[in-house]
T-cell receptor
Framework: DVKVTQSSRYLVKRTGEKVFLECVQD?????MFWYRQDPGLGLRLIYF???????EKGDIPEGYSVSREKKERFSLILESASTNQTSMYLC????????????FGPGTRLTVL | QKEVEQNSGPLSVPEGAIASLNCTYS??????FFWYRQYSGKSPELIMF????GDKEDGRFTAQLNKASQYVSLLIRDSQPSDSATYLC??????????FGTGTRLQVTL
């Protein structure tokens, strides 16, 4: 089974803090994705990566950056957290040979005070 | 402009009935279509995918795809209370990215 893990289930940070959300997958997937999910807005793509050290902006990259130093690990960084970044953050991975099926981690509920 | 549209619901069906969930998409070039189930407070989990026009069955679930009408649906037979969740439709576009609908909340009543 594909396993995608995220570093925290719940996180509370203060405005202006630098926040790191980490995601690890154990299936050697090339593609990794970061989404945020908000009520009424659905899943929105923040950043994605096709390979180590590669990154592409998604639909809402403002205020975020990412890092992918190793194939299995994809980190989302909030350089200076703001209250409007309070959300559920979901990481996913997929395989180029897997027909674009994405597998999700458990999610991190981030609250910025 | 939304690219994947779903009725937000809630869709309420009695236990044992067939639940029909619908999704339309705007990108005529889309090739792959997915249904995910998401329980409250949990992450989405894949139910099934479909690539070709027609029906695809997996247990109590049937996905239906009509590319000419840009329409994909999910039927759940013999609905159970444990099927109560939000169902997300996703469409694969360019570069392995998925575009998700906002989901339909299904309630299966006793």
């Amino acid at each position: 089974d594909v396993k995608v893990t995220q570093s925290s289930r719940y996180l509370v940070k203060r405005t202006g803090e630098k926040v790191f959300l980490e995601c690890v997958q154990d299936m050697d997937h090339e593609n990794m994705f970061w989404y945020r999910q908000d009520p009424g807005l659905g899943l929105r793509l923040i950043y994605f990566s096709y390979d180590v050290k590669m990154k592409e902006k998604g639909d809402i990259p403002e205020g975020y950056s990412v890092s992918r130093e190793k194939k299995e690990r994809f980190s989302l960084i909030l350089e200076s957290a703001s209250t409007n970044q309070t959300s559920m953050y979901l990481c996913a991975s997929s395989d180029r040979l897997g027909g674009d099926t994405q597998y999700f981690g458990p999610g991190t509920r981030l609250t910025v005070l | 402009q939304k690219e994947v549209e779903q009725n937000s619901g809630p869709l309420s069906v009695p236990e044992g009935a067939i639940a029909s969930l619908n999704c339309t998409y705007s990108d005529r070039g889309s090739q792959s279509f997915f249904w995910y189930r998401q329980y409250s407070g949990k992450s989405p989990e894949l139910i099934m995918f479909i690539y070709s026009n027609g029906d695809k069955e997996d247990g109590r679930f049937t996905a239906q795809l009509n590319k000419a009408s840009q329409y994909v649906s999910l039927l759940i037979r013999d609905s159970q209370p444990s099927d109560s969740a939000t169902y997300l439709c996703a469409v694969a576009g360019t570069a392995s990215k998925l575009t998700f609908g906002t989901g339909t909340r299904l309630q299966v009543t006793l």
